[in-house]
């Protein structure tokens, strides 16, 4: 059986150079896309005569991974950034907001119909949502001379730079992940690793970088499903009872929440539960994920104290930035950031995901590229009265080449100190990995928090 782990998790971990933290869960609640004003900062008062710069942003209302709460982290970052004189001085950068659903078609319909077609133009896009949405983006944006940062993606197809030509990414690469079902095997001397995969690329090729790390450490049992075809579904090993290996104690899973509760469930009747089996789960599912009350496609055969018992001292994992302590670029410290972004959160009805204060660093991400690739165009003096500058710039066509070449640049180079932490990119464009994050579920009153040095 599993003993007691979470003080031994953290002493074995910090050997291999991983950060633990154990965090609580809050629910998130859903919100629609007509709720918020589609242009932002949206100026009604002749006083501001700044040319305004658009950037596409585009979110998920709804879908697998919902990541709407970031328009209150993108609200105070473009507030921030307007009121900065040395920035963009004679323009105004605002957002021209769309939603993907979580949904590649309807990602590919935004960027064509809402973005390419319709004016303004925009010089940049940060999104798309969730990575079934940035994957089918990034592999078709740079054909439109647009750039592109994701702050909610992980998947590590992204990670080729030939197919996603200029596509920038401020969420490490989930290829790393593998790192601590090595160190779990390594600590309990346990010799097999039993995966449930989603056939989507967003977790099947963490699976092909698992079998590689742990070749000749550990066997790996794997049931890889693909819901598209009944007889390969997940409710398919469900009712077959072929989910789960008998002897393997610890189980991987990799697939978004909506089939994770039809696991945790499975595995509350099977009683593949603490203390005998440890579950490890994705950290970006939504605050509040196992609440059946959350699941609207189908009727789960758990009440959520049920699902609570099966999750209780499962863990989540995460490749993580860090919140830094000092102030950052915009000079803000994390915890002047928190207090804002609440406030906003609040007023707009929103609620926290882990991926916001990343989508707060993107927007810097862009603003300090803009500014840099304007500075090469127009010299330094006031950009917006430089009429080649203007032609350049604000008159910006997706045929533009010398603009879209500099941006590229300034992105691929960008370095400084954000809420995250350290925002560089790889020569990927793949966010530099900080923290590995252990999150453990635990369902009483009082939570802890370990913290390793890196």
Same mark, same amino acid.
């Given at each position: 059986?599993?003993?007691?782990?979470?003080?031994?998790?953290?002493? @074995?971990?910090? *050997?291999?150079?991983?950060?633990?933290?154990?965090?609580?869960?809050?629910?998130?609640?859903? &919100?629609?896309?007509?709720?918020?004003?589609?242009? #932002?900062?949206?100026?009604?008062?002749?006083?501001?005569?700044?040319?305004?710069?658009?950037?596409? %942003?585009?979110?998920?209302?709804?879908?697998?991974?919902?990541?709407?709460?970031?328009?209150?982290?993108?609200?105070?970052?473009?507030?921030?950034?307007?009121?900065?004189?040395?920035?963009?001085?004679?323009?105004?950068? *605002?957002?021209?907001?769309?939603?993907?659903?979580?949904?590649?078609?309807?990602?590919?319909?935004?960027?064509?119909?809402?973005?390419?077609?319709?004016?303004?133009?925009? &010089?940049?896009?940060?999104?798309?949502?969730?990575?079934?949405?940035?994957?089918?983006?990034?592999?078709?944006? $740079?054909?439109?001379?647009?750039?592109?940062?994701?702050?909610?993606?992980?998947?590590?197809?992204?990670?080729?730079?030939?197919?996603?030509?200029?596509?920038?990414?401020?969420?490490?690469?989930?290829?790393?992940?593998?790192?601590?079902?090595?160190?779990?095997?390594?600590? #309990?001397?346990? $010799?097999?690793?039993?995966?449930?995969?989603?056939?989507?690329?967003?977790?099947?090729?963490?699976?092909?970088?698992?079998?590689? %790390?742990?070749?000749?450490?550990?066997? /790996?049992?794997?049931?890889?499903?693909?819901?598209?075809?009944?007889?390969?579904?997940?409710?398919?090993?469900?009712?077959?009872?072929?989910?789960?290996?008998?002897?393997?104690?610890?189980?991987?899973?990799?697939?978004?929440?909506?089939?994770?509760?039809?696991?945790?469930?499975?595995?509350?009747?099977?009683?593949?539960?603490?203390?005998?089996? &440890?579950?490890?789960?994705?950290?970006?599912?939504?605050?509040?994920?196992?609440?059946?009350?959350?699941?609207?496609?189908?009727?789960?055969?758990?009440?959520?104290?049920?699902?609570?018992?099966?999750?209780?001292?499962?863990?989540?994992?995460?490749?993580?930035?860090?919140?830094?302590?000092?102030?950052?670029?915009?000079?803000?410290?994390?915890?002047?950031?928190?207090?804002? #972004?609440? *406030?906003?959160?609040?007023? %707009?009805? %929103?609620?926290?995901?882990?991926?916001?204060?990343?989508?707060?660093?993107?927007?810097?991400?862009?603003?300090?590229?803009?500014?840099?690739?304007? *500075?090469?165009?127009?010299?330094?003096?006031?950009?917006?009265?430089? /009429?080649?500058?203007?032609?350049?710039?604000?008159?910006?066509?997706?045929?533009?080449?010398?603009?879209?070449?500099? @941006?590229?640049? $300034?992105?691929?180079?960008?370095?400084?100190?954000?809420?995250?932490?350290?925002?560089?990119?790889?020569?990927?464009?793949?966010?530099?990995?900080?923290?590995?994050?252990?999150?453990?579920?635990?369902?009483?009153?009082?939570?802890?928090?370990?913290?390793?040095?890196?």
């Amino acid at each position: 059986a599993c003993p007691t782990y979470l003080p031994w998790l953290a002493k @074995m971990f910090s *050997q291999f150079g991983v950060v633990v933290f154990v965090f609580g869960f809050v629910v998130t609640q859903g &919100v629609r896309l007509e709720n918020f004003t589609t242009i #932002y900062p949206l100026v009604t008062s002749g006083n501001d005569t700044r040319i305004p710069l658009t950037l596409g %942003l585009m979110v998920s209302f709804s879908g697998a991974y919902i990541t709407a709460s970031s328009i209150a982290s993108v609200q105070i970052a473009l507030d921030l950034i307007n009121e900065n004189s040395s920035l963009l001085p004679g323009y105004r950068l *605002q957002y021209k907001l769309t939603d993907s659903q979580c949904n590649q078609t309807v990602a590919y319909d935004n960027l064509f119909l809402k973005y390419v077609r319709e004016q303004p133009n925009i &010089v940049g896009l940060v999104g798309s949502g969730c990575e079934d949405a940035t994957i089918a983006v990034a592999s078709i944006s $740079h054909y439109f001379n647009i750039t592109q940062v994701s702050a909610d993606s992980g998947a590590p197809v992204l990670e080729d730079r030939t197919i996603y030509r200029r596509y920038f990414q401020m969420i490490p690469s989930e290829s790393s992940l593998p790192i601590v079902y090595k160190v779990l095997l390594t600590m #309990y001397g346990w $010799h097999k690793l039993h995966t449930i995969t989603s056939e989507k690329d967003v977790f099947n090729k963490v699976l092909d970088v698992t079998r590689g %790390l742990l070749n000749g450490v550990a066997e /790996i049992t794997s049931v890889i499903y693909n819901n598209a075809n009944p007889q390969n579904s997940i409710d398919y090993y469900i009712q077959k009872g072929m989910l789960f290996e008998e002897d393997a104690r610890i189980i991987e899973l990799a697939m978004y929440e909506s089939d994770a509760r039809k696991v945790v469930c499975e595995a509350y009747h099977k009683r593949k539960i603490s203390p005998k089996y &440890v579950l490890i789960l994705r950290s970006w599912y939504l605050d509040g994920w196992w609440d059946p009350a959350n699941e609207k496609n189908y009727i789960l055969n758990c009440t959520k104290s049920q699902m609570e018992t099966a999750l209780n001292g499962a863990l989540s994992v995460s490749l993580d930035t860090f919140y830094t302590k000092d102030h950052s670029l915009s000079g803000l410290t994390f915890s002047q950031y928190w207090k804002t #972004y609440s *406030q906003r959160g609040e007023e %707009l009805g %929103l609620n926290y995901n882990r991926s916001d204060p990343t989508f707060f660093d993107a927007m810097w991400v862009y603003a300090i590229a803009l500014n840099k690739t304007i *500075q090469d165009l127009c010299g330094t003096t006031s950009f917006a009265s430089n /009429i080649s500058c203007r032609d350049s710039v604000e008159n910006f066509s997706y045929s533009n080449n010398a603009f879209v070449d500099r @941006m590229f640049t $300034h992105l691929s180079n960008t370095s400084f100190t954000g809420i995250t932490g350290d925002v560089s990119f790889t020569s990927n464009g793949i966010r530099s990995l900080i923290n590995i994050n252990v999150n453990q579920y635990r369902f009483s009153n009082s939570m802890s928090e370990s913290i390793y040095p890196f």
